[in-house]
Structures are given as C-alpha cells and as structure tokens.
C-alpha cells in the first residue's frame, strides 16, 4: 500500500494564520471563522511562500488544461457563454468542512462567498451556490446563466428541495438553517435564469472552483 503524501497547510485568514502540517491542526484555525481563507500545498517552503502571496492567487492555479476529448467532441460541446457566473463547493470530507462561492465566469472576480462551515457535504454546499447564484443575479436584475458542475444540485434546485441524506444536528445548525431558506427562496420566487452544466472534460476546472483537489 503506498504512504499518503504528507500536505502542508497554509491559512492566510484565520484565528491563526501560517503553515500548519496536519488537516486537525489547519480545522482548528478556519473552525466557526467566516470567510477564512486556507489551501494544501505538496511542499513546506511553497506553502511557506504562499504565505507571504495573495490566497487568490492561488486559488484554482491548474497550469495550462488539456482535453483528452478529440476535436469532433468538442466542436460538439462548443464554448462556454461567458456572460454567465460559475459556482462551486468545496468539502473537506464528507462531511466535513465545506464552503461554496460564485464568481464571474469570465474575470474569475469572486462575487459571493459562504463559509467554511463546520460540517456540511459537496452536494449541500453546490446547491447551496446555484440557489445563492439565483439571488444574487436577480438582485442585480441579470439574466446571465449559472454554470455548475454538480447535475445533483441541478436536480436538487428543480426539484426545490434539497434531498440530503445527512442528518441535522448541533454542529450544522447553522447549515441547516441556510438549506430551510434556500428552499423557501425556490418556492416564494420565480427566475429565467438558465443553470447550465459545466462542461469540465471540454474546459477544465470551473472557474469557482477552490483548487484544493
């Protein structure tokens, strides 16, 4: 069996902010902090240096993206729109800690964020970033479309309900209290927004996404 290769964490927002070498000691400094702003490095000197960088700038850095698609497939898939906003989760375990945001798709400007919160799933988190992406954009009058790349929080937000299988309890109060408002907001609202699936085998990562893989 072969060894887990050792991470190292760099939180720049936090009760505690540095490099931290284990996930426990990482949790500790982003539990119950809003908006706290942390990823996993291969190495401690480039975590170390990230440090001292922007948490932005390294935020979904993938490097150029390959397809393994051939060109019919992706003649057939097209582009993305670019007027559009993009939304995704991201949880460490499941569950776990888990955070969503939305951002433009084109700018990759972060537009909304939620989060960390102390125990949630990716599904809950991606449905909770298309219903926040919905608002969002009708608060501003938009008719851009939403891009995931979740089809269960597709589901989930035409079904208007969110069909999680993990059960309510004192460490995700505050979740769950979040999941009741986003369904009331699907049921008392109307939008003509289009929530597309990103094409990720075509174009890579989404652009919301965390880059914490």
Known sequence: MSKKKKKYYTVWKGHHTGVFE????????IKNFEGAQYKS????ETAKQ?????????????????SGLNQLQLDRIGQPNF??????????GNPGVMEYRGVDTKTKKQLFIQGPFEE??????????????LAYLKQHNSDRIIYTDSRTAISWVKKKTCNTK????????????LIERAVNWL???TYNNSIAKWETK?????????GRK
């Open 166 to 177: 993990l059960e309510r309890n004192p460490k995700n109060e505050k979740l769950f209290d």
């Open 22 to 29: 284990t996930w426990d000691d990482c949790k500790a400094q």
């Open 83 to 92: 007027n559009s906003i993009s939304v995704d989760a991201a949880s460490s």
């Open 120 to 133: 949630g799933t990716n599904n809950i988190g991606e449905f909770l970033a298309i219903v926040h992406g």
């Open 50 to 66: 990230a440090l001292k960088g922007n948490y932005y700038d390294f935020i979904s850095k993938k490097g150029a993206f390959k």
């Open 202 to 210: 075509a174009w890579g990562e989404i652009p919301a996404d965390f």
């Open 187 to 189: 049921k008392t609202n």
């Open 41 to 44: 490095f291969d190495a401690f």
